[in-house]
T-cell receptor, first 111, second 113 residues
Framework: RKEVEQDPGPFNVPEGATVAFNCTYS??????FFWYRQDCRKEPKLLMS???SGNEDGRFTAQLNRASQYISLLIRDSKLSDSATYLC????????????FGQGTTLQVKP | DTAVSQTPKYLVTQMGNDKSIKCEQN?????MYWYKQDSKKFLKIMFS???????INETVPNRFSPKSPDKAHLNLHINSLELGDSAVYFC????????????FGPGTRLTVL
């Protein structure tokens, strides 16, 4: 079993739709959580960190449920430019900065 | 103003050859990383250096050897290349610590024939 699991998709949605991605992690020692975005044939880039209280950045909302070891990302009012792969990422305790990546969920927003 | 740069961007080579990939960051970060992204898109940490000291060394074949001449550079040398080494290799850097954003280079696409 992978330490971070995501539904690879693809999710095909029309512009303006709301779409939600889920992710589960297996290691309860995980301490910090992120969503990264990776465009086709490009490098990953941080989309947002995920905090226990939940956090929002414009059209993007991230939630963390430590009890269920579950992370979510909600995108409202999808734009064509949101088409990408969204990577769920966790980091364990300790100071090494080691990130564990999920396989990613592919989103395709269509006109 | 490239933050994390890698060379070369593409590398095509024969099995058994030795090759190197170079990485440089101008962000002033203490920590640098090498990741491998395979054909199934999983991105996995290989190595990490903090101020030229190796702090993460995952289970990778010892044909892979990282070298950090200074904290702004982290190179990856691969001996006796195999077909299974074909992948995209990403370099990244960050301030030290698990809460910090990692900045990735553009990747080096390695194809072993």
């Amino acid at each position: 079993r992978k330490e971070v699991e995501q539904d690879p998709g693809p999710f095909n949605v029309p512009e303006g739709a709301t779409v939600a991605f889920n992710c589960t992690y297996s290691n309860s020692a995980s301490q910090s959580f992120f969503w990264y975005r990776q465009d086709c044939r490009k490098e990953p880039k941080l989309l947002m960190s995920v905090y226990s209280s939940g956090n929002e950045d414009g059209r993007f909302t991230a939630q963390l449920n430590r009890a269920s070891q579950y992370i979510s990302l909600l995108i409202r009012d999808s734009k064509l430019s949101d088409s990408a792969t969204y990577l769920c990422v966790v980091s364990r305790s300790g100071n090494t900065g080691k990130l564990i990546f999920g396989q990613g969920t592919t989103l395709q927003v269509k006109p | 103003d490239t933050a994390v740069s890698q060379t070369p961007k593409y590398l095509v080579t024969q099995m058994g050859n030795d090759k190197s990939i170079k990485c440089e960051q101008n962000l002033g970060h203490d920590t640098m990383y090498w990741y491998k992204q395979d054909s199934k898109k999983f991105l996995k940490i290989m190595f990490s250096y903090n101020n030229k000291e190796l702090i993460i060394n995952e289970t990778v074949p010892n044909r892979f050897s990282p070298k950090s001449p200074d904290k702004a550079h982290l190179n990856l040398h691969i001996n006796s290349l195999e077909l299974g080494d074909s992948a995209v290799y990403f370099c990244a850097s960050s301030p030290r610590g698990m809460y910090n954003e990692q900045f990735f280079g553009p990747g080096t696409r390695l194809t072993v024939l």
